[in-house]
C-alpha cells in the first residue's frame, strides 16, 4: 500500500510537515491552494463549522482525483488534506499542494484539484451562525 | 431482504440517526429512497442526491443485495 | 512607512514566517506559489545558481506590481520574496502569496504576480552548470 | 557631463566592473548605450534592453543630466 495522496484529518493540517512529499529535484514550480474558515457566508456571520465525511467514500475520491490530476497535467506531485470536526475561525480546511516542473501545470492542477474536491468528495459543512442557528450546506 | 443505510448532514438530522438497518422489499436504490424518504421525511428529490452501495457509487437503478451498506449523499459543501 | 509588500532576501525564505501577514477573517481562500531551484535548465544539468538584482529598482517594480494585484484582482493581501545570491538544488528561490474571500481571486492573482515578477522585476539568473560552465540567462 | 553608470549580469561580465563613472557628452540614453557598447563590446542592441536614470524607468530618449545614475538592463530572469 503506497502513501496516500488524499487524507482526512481530526487535527490541524501542519502544512509544512506536508511538504517534503511534494520536493522533487526537477520540480521548478510549487503551487498550493489552502481553504481557511471564514467569518462569514452569503452575508451571515459565522462563528464555526463542524466538517463531517463519508470517511470511506471521501478517501477513495480523493484519491481518484489526485490520480487523475497526475494523468491530466505534467506535475511531479501532488497532494490534499481535508480537516473533519469542529472548526474555527481562520482555522485551515483544506490544503492542496502540487509540485511540476513548470508554474503553468502546478497552478492548472492545484485549482483543478480544489474545484473537484469540493464538486466530488462527500464532505459536508454545517455552519453554525452569530445568531444562535446553524445548518448544513448543500449547494444547488 | 436486509439492508443498511448510513445518513449524513441534513439527511442525518432529519432522520434523527446516523444509521439504521432496514428489513426492505425495494429492488433498488430508486425503490428504497422512496421507502426511507417516506418514513422521515426527507425533503430532498432522488435527482439531487448520488447514491453509493458498498463505499461506490452507483447509478440508482442498480439492483441491491442482502446485506448492503447504501448511503444517499446530499449535495456535498467541503473545502 | 508601510510594511512592504515585496522583499528582497540574501538567507533562506521562512514561508511560515510570511503567513501571518496574509491572515485576514474574512479571507476563505489562500493561494500560493513557490519557485525552487531546478536540477536541469534546456537539458543542461544544473549544480546551483546565483540571482543578482538592482535592488532599489527590484524593490520599487516588486512592490508596484503588488499595489497593482491588489487593485486588479479581489484580494485581501499579496506578499512576495524573493532570493538574491547563491542558491543550490531544491532551494526555495521566490515566493508569492495571496488570500483573498473566494479562490478564484487567489489563484488569479497569484499567478498574475508571478509572471509579472518574471517579466518586469531586475533579477537575473546565472547557472552553473554541471560541465563548470556558467552563464547569465536573458531570454528572448 | 559627469555620469555613473551600473552594470549587472552578462553587461557587468563583459565590463568587467559592476560600476563606472563616465565623462561624456552624451545626450540621451541612446547616445550613452553607442558609446559604451562601443567601449565595452556590449552586444545587445538597444532595443532588447531597458533604461532606468536615477532608479526610474525611462525613455531611452530623455535627456540626460550632470551626476545621473544610469542602469542599461538586459532582459531579466528572475522567478
Known amino acids: ?140 | 431482504m436486509n439492508v443498511k443505510l448510513l445518513y449524513f448532514a441534513s439527511l442525518a438530522d432529519r432522520a434523527g440517526r446516523g444509521a439504521e438497518t432496514r428489513d426492505s422489499a425495494a429492488r433498488t436504490p430508486r425503490e428504497l429512497y422512496a421507502e426511507v424518504a417516506a418514513a422521515h421525511g426527507f425533503a430532498f428529490p432522488l435527482e439531487r442526491l448520488r447514491v453509493a452501495v458498498n463505499g461506490a457509487f452507483v447509478d440508482v437503478d442498480r439492483p441491491l443485495a442482502d446485506g448492503d451498506e447504501i448511503v444517499f449523499l446530499p449535495p456535498v459543501s467541503g473545502g
Open chain 1, 1 to 140: 500500500m503506497t502513501d496516500p495522496r488524499f487524507r482526512l484529518s481530526e487535527t490541524p493540517i501542519d502544512v509544512a510537515a506536508e511538504r517534503p512529499a511534494l520536493d522533487h529535484a526537477a520540480a521548478g514550480a510549487y503551487a498550493s491552494f489552502e481553504g481557511w474558515v471564514r467569518d462569514h457566508n452569503d452575508g451571515r456571520a459565522v462563528h464555526r463549522l463542524d466538517y463531517q465525511a463519508y470517511a470511506a467514500l471521501a478517501l477513495a475520491e480523493g484519491e481518484a482525483i489526485l490520480e487523475e490530476a497526475r494523468a491530466r497535467f505534467r506535475v511531479r506531485e501532488a497532494r490534499c488534506v481535508h480537516r473533519v470536526g469542529s472548526l474555527a475561525i481562520g482555522d485551515l480546511a483544506v490544503w492542496v499542494g502540487v509540485s511540476a516542473d513548470h508554474r503553468g501545470a502546478a497552478f492548472d492542477a492545484c485549482r483543478w484539484i480544489i474545484d473537484e474536491v469540493k464538486r466530488r468528495v462527500p464532505i459536508w459543512k454545517n455552519e453554525h451562525y452569530a445568531d444562535g442557528e446553524s445548518g448544513w450546506l448543500h449547494p444547488e
